[in-house]
């Protein structure tokens, strides 16, 4: 009764509202969303979007490779993600002769799919709330091992269970801090094949530029297709193996996304952190974010520089550097985002009255003060880690690791009593340039001797340090001279079989240091990290528990976990600053405007020129112009790229693939105001296979609604 009164209440106070934040669990969509749902337009039911007696849409909503989310679009189990999470396969397939990065590929008709090993398709089967299982033998006054040792034995009881007798996968995850326990039941296939996608130039149109931006104009969706064997159940790429047959495949609706509309998003968000209090956050905003940007302004600098000098070093450090920029960007948008809405003085307001009111609750009182003094050593301890991590591993200083590396395909061979191949070296080498990595190392360097805490600086560097007299560029030299790294000359002794040169490999300064850099980061700042951390996790779920009980009125979503949830928002722009509006589409016009040869990221391929300057657009178009993305206010997060986005039929409208950087602080604190999704219209795609990619043929087997 309390909950149907609840939900009567939330429908009405967010009738009227812009919007509403949240990850939802698609089993509770009946419970706590499906009026408010409904209410903003939705035309479907709650058994329509998770059902276990019957198909629904879960059963079309899947987690492409690790770290994505795809939609199935035909009964022949085609899928559309993004061009970004294709990207690996697209680049495995690409030789010199066909570069489909470059020129895009399309398969024309089913032989011709490539396939993808170790790429998966998963669909969820069933969830199922275990927190009484999993929870069962727990007691309050168990330390915080025995606590976990119990619920890791418990979790696989219950997962061993799900699994016995069939071929499904199954997880027990935790929510809401360890609060609640769900079990879920995967089906997994194995044999996925690349149909199409569009040139890089198309996919990933505005590259780093517009990465995390609006106004946005990227086609960023890439095709594949899942096969199974005869009895539609996953089996490892084989010729015999037949197009996968869903539960459900999505119809596709070319009627368009207007304002206000409806949209509904679908997918496997990675990690929201929305209940952390203000020492979390400031970790973050203070410490965190900023030496780890400091660290990526000067990598990034130094190879930029470098790619833009050199059209090999480009190609070799374009993967480094727009993995490298997607985190520096979003950072610096958080800190923008936590500044701008004051959210650090927010949280502090709301922890003072829930202070006041835990005051008098003896399982409560205690915890900020707690928290205040955990992070007080947490802060620093868990920024050292990162820094020193940022500093040798992350695409950074590579002489390092690679060392390291050269040793142990050396000792691998060694142990085999054999020696190491060529190609072992070849592979090793083919991302890298010497040059860059010496302006790398002379510019982490000079930062880590900087650093405030100058424990994680290996012994041998300081001793060369020393001895240079603190110059940088003296201490470089030094080790590239005492180094093998530069020398390829070794690799030839070593293959004629010189073992001196083995010998020397044990001296080389760099490998020595990555060793101490290692035995700092592994055996002395994680372990104290892991220890606070875990009495952090532990105070995170009772925090939890009583922010629950404090305002037992509000409907908690739980954070982001990978597993799959449901957002919902409605189609609007945004006021990024005082004084401008940015509309809630872009269209075929802002190509056209950005396009420029001269700029990588602009360069439009000629085809696409040719077809917008036509305007030929047909049953792709509005009123003359081609949408291309649009924005809504769909809380998401990493993980959520390659999800489907719905109408209020259920209708696949388009595919989400990044957010605005003016909202990326989301993942912290969801403000309706400014925070948008971003999401590539389906019209475009559709566009993009038929009229540019000649494909069309594709389109017979998707239901299209017109
Ligand atoms: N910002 C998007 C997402 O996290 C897209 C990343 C890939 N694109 C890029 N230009 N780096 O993660
Ligand atoms: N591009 C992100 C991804 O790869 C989605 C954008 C976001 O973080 O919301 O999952």
Redesign the pocket.
Known sequence: MKHILLLFLTTLISFSAAAKEGMWLPLLIEQYNIGEMQANGFKLSAEDIYSVNQASMKDGVVKFGGGCSGVVVSDAGLVFTNH?CGFKYIQRHSTVEHDYLTDGFWAMNRKEELPNPGLTVTFLKEMRDVTNDVLKGVTDNMTISQRNNIIQINSDTLINRAIKGNHYKADVNAFFEGNQYFLFIYEVYTDVRLVGAPPSSVG?FG??TD??MWPRHGGDFSVFRIYADASNNPKDYSDDNVPYKPAHSFPVSLKGVHENDFTMVFGYPGTTEEYKTSYHLKMLHDMLYPRLIEIRDRKLEVINYHMNLDQGRRIKYADKE?SL??SWKRWRGEINGLDRFDVISKKEAFEKDFQNWADNKEAYKNILDQYKKLYGRYTQLNTDANVSRELFEKNSMECFSKADAIQKIVQRAQMAKSRASNDEFAEFYKDYDITVDRDLTKRLLTYLFAYSNQNIVPETLKSVYKKKKGDIEKVTDYLYRHSLIDDTLWIAAYNKGNDKVIKSLEKDPFLISYKEYNSIYNDNLMPQVRKIKASIDSLDRIYMKAIMAYEPDKIFFPDANSTMRVSYGKVIGYDPKDGVHYKYYTTSEGILQKDDPEIYDYNVPDKLRQLLNKADFGQYGENGSLHIDFVATNHTT?GN?GSPVFNANGELIGLN??RAWDGVMSDLYYNPKICRNITVDIRYILFIIDKFAAAGYLLDEMKIIR
């Open positions: 970004h990933g590259g780093n990465n995390w727009a920029s997607n990493g790229s693939f990044d």
